[in-house]
């Protein structure tokens, strides 16, 4: 991941013009220190120094682009209240920014996390079959990272390469748990590679983490129905019923001439209860347990 969001350049370039920062991007890793494990987890190739000047020099540009484009505007205009509120204006919109970048490491682990929790009771199933039926770990992990299981597959294809270089299994097993975000994904690892050390029998290790993470998704998905409840009522009331009403209401009142109630106003109520609906299904869908797929 190389990758900045609200950069106001390419990467590459930003990162010349982000070098004079370095100084303050060490004090804000003192103040931010979850970054650098969350650029890690993200697997990103900009190192954390990296990363905080090129925030620092990001929030700067839009700090200082803003509070020029306020102070430019209350000159043309003649307007003082602009040119008074043109360097507050930009300091927010600079600090916006920076919180917005800082988090966005966080962003992408979640998404990663996201992306291998949900292929992996399918992966492990697979891989579970192939070597029942015979076919060595090290083959039917190569199946997996050539199939079609999003991140769960690219974190099986480091462990072919570096078992391909020459790395052992389980220590190539170890490798890549350490450092990855997801407690599932490391967990079936540890166990793997445990079972290697110990010569015990892998079909035996991979039937008993399936089951383990079909307990856990059991009790996730219960988890998960006992949130839906309460949050279906808020959905009801908030969705329907208080619309339902406030629409009745807002009729009433526009038979009063002297309230000016226009389509304007229905038009915005429609708009709020759109914009409800769409944030309360995104919530409902972010509440949902990657492991479940």
């Not at 430019?72 to 300091?91: C, E, R, T, Y």
């Not at 927010?92 to 979640?110: D, H, S």
């Not at 038009?267 to 209860?273: A, Q, T």
Request: proline share 4%; glycine share 6%; aromatic share 10%.
């Amino acid at each position: 991941m190389k990758l900045l969001p609200l950069c106001p350049m390419p990467v590459d370039k930003a990162l010349k013009f982000a070098r004079p920062f370095t100084g303050t991007a060490r004090f804000l890793r003192r103040i931010f220190p979850s970054v650098e494990a969350h650029l890690q987890q993200a697997r990103s190739e900009l190192n954390v120094r990296q990363y905080m000047s090129l925030v620092v020099f990001s929030s700067l540009f839009y700090a200082v682009f803003l509070a020029g484009f306020f102070a430019s505007l209350g000159l043309l205009l003649d307007n003082m209240k602009l040119m008074q509120v043109s360097i507050p204006m930009g300091m927010m919109l600079g600090l916006m920014v920076m919180a917005y970048q800082v988090y966005f490491p966080k962003i992408l682990v979640e998404k990663r996390v996201r992306e291998i929790e949900k292929g992996l009771m399918y992966g492990l199933r697979s891989m579970s079959v192939q070597v029942r039926s015979g076919v060595p770990l090290f083959n039917a992990i190569n199946s997996i990272s050539r199939g079609n299981y999003g991140e769960l597959s690219k974190e099986f294809a480091v462990v072919v390469k570096e078992v391909n270089a020459g790395i052992s299994m389980d220590e190539a097993l170890d490798r890549i748990s350490h450092g990855n975000p997801s407690i599932f994904f490391r967990r079936m690892l540890w166990q793997l590679s445990t079972s290697i050390k110990s010569g015990s029998d892998i079909s035996n290790a991979l039937l008993n983490i399936i089951n383990s993470l079909t307990k856990e998704q059991m009790i996730l998905i219960k988890d998960y129905g006992a949130k839906l409840n309460p949050m279906t009522l808020v959905y009801m009331m908030a969705a329907v019923i208080v619309p339902a009403i406030g629409l009745t209401f807002l009729i009433i009142l526009a038979s009063f001439p002297e309230l000016m109630i226009t389509e304007w106003v229905f038009g915005g109520f429609l708009g709020v209860i759109v914009v409800f609906q769409v944030m309360f299904l995104g919530l409902i869908k972010s509440s949902k347990p990657n492991l479940v797929g």
